[in-house]
């Protein structure tokens, strides 16, 4: 059984985001543990747990392809999907709330109600080619297809 992962490419937007956020509730935090009371406690504790999911979600969002399953990481959050049920790949562009890190996503369309999960792979055209070889009928994207030649 060969597994492969994909790590989630990171854009600038997104490491300020995170980071600047990290940073803004680190402050917090130390603020809290040098200015003890119960409420300081309370902030510091719910601060700290949102910096490690944070910094959970930077280091470990990626897709891991294995037999006929591609796993989406985003930290604590997972999502199965079968290979054989996936319809099209497209492009999109967004700041949504996704299991990415970069606004220039690729768009997994599976299942028989064609739902959508977007994904961040920083190697699209290994990611998109490794699909196709594990299932030929995938619709890519005509501009996908042009841009890495499938």
């Known amino acids: 059984m060969s597994q492969i992962f994909f790590v989630s490419k990171k854009d600038a937007l997104y490491s300020v985001v995170i980071w600047g956020t990290i940073v803004l509730i680190l402050s917090v935090v130390i603020r809290s543990i040098i200015i003890f009371s119960a409420s300081n406690f309370i902030e510091g504790l719910v601060g700290f747990i949102i910096v490690v999911l944070l910094i959970w ?7 891991q392809i294995a037999n006929d399953i591609v ?3 985003a930290g604590p959050f997972k999502k199965t999907i079968n290979i054989q049920e996936i319809n099209k790949i497209s492009q999109r562009k967004s700041v949504w709330t996704a299991a990415a890190l970069a606004t220039d996503r690729l768009v997994i369309q599976y299942g028989k109600y064609n739902l959508d999960i977007l994904v961040s792979p920083r190697n ?12 030929t009928q995938i619709q890519i994207e005509k501009e996908l297809s042009q ?4």
Not at 57 to 63: E, K, L, P, Q
Request: proline fraction near 0%; include cysteine; aromatic fraction near 20%.
């Open 124 to 135: 699209e055209c290994d990611f998109i080619k490794l699909l196709l070889s594990k299932k």
């Open 57 to 63: 979600v930077w280091f470990s969002t990626g897709y």
């Open 147 to 150: 841009k890495y030649k499938i």
């Open 71 to 73: 796993k989406v990481k």
